[in-house]
């Protein structure tokens, strides 16, 4: 596949980026029918972002203290990832919570990863929520964005166990390992225009 065919991804991060490393994997497999355009940060010293030099991608600070309020920011956002001709946003760790406006800019074209079977456990840190509440399963879930907090369509889930003596540590590293593997796979079926929205629903179509 030419490189102008690939579907080119702008990933948003804040941390450690190892989704965003399972997505510059597999970007690098020939066949792969995406590419990252850019990665954007708002933290200046995320590892995700030297992961992105690593990986040979554009990776632009965007500095929330330059910006006077969310709705400029996000403009800011929505601007740099046009400038790359970004046509998926993945959310990889993006610790912001993105406006209206923006989602609105690239509705249906926004997907994150959430380390809980979703609509269990939304929010901030759901391995601890999990373990709390006492469930057996635990899992990962890569969803559209909507206007809630991990609130949109689901596309793809994983499960695993929770198994005695977890911590929330090993717990979210099992988690993980499913999140690393669902997220490539959920860019594919993107890229290869088979998720239809429909309603709270994706549909996934068959390969034609
Ligand atoms: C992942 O667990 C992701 O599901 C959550 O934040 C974490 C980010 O990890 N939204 P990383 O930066 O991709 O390593």
Redesign the pocket.
């Known amino acids: 596949m030419s490189r102008s065919t690939l579907l080119a991804l702008g990933v948003l991060?804040s941390?450690?980026?190892?989704?965003?490393q399972s997505i510059l994997d597999a970007a690098r497999a020939p066949g792969y029918p995406a590419r990252v355009a850019v990665v954007v940060c708002d933290r200046e010293r995320a590892p995700?972002l030297e992961r992105a030099a690593a990986g040979g991608v554009p990776g632009v600070f965007l500095n929330p203290k330059d910006f006077a309020d969310r709705a400029a920011y996000d403009a800011a956002l929505g601007r740099t990832l046009e400038e790359h001709g970004v046509g998926l946003v993945c959310l990889?760790?993006f610790m912001r919570i993105l406006s209206p406006p923006f989602i609105r800019r690239f509705a249906g074209r926004i997907l994150n990863?959430?380390?809980s079977l979703l609509p269990a456990f939304p929010g901030l840190r759901p391995q601890r929520q999990a373990l709390a509440h006492g469930v057996r399963v635990a899992g990962?879930t890569v969803h559209f964005v909507d206007d809630g907090v991990d609130t949109g369509p689901i596309v793809l889930q994983a499960s695993v166990p929770v198994l005695p003596g977890d911590t929330e540590e090993s717990l979210?590293a099992r988690i993980?390992v499913e999140?690393h593997r669902l997220y490539p796979a959920a860019i594919r079926l993107f890229a290869e225009g088979r998720l239809r929205i429909a309603g709270r629903q994706v549909v996934i179509e068959e390969t034609r």
């Open positions: 991060v941390g450690r980026g190892s989704n965003l995700a990889a760790g990863v959430h380390p990962a979210a993980l999140e």
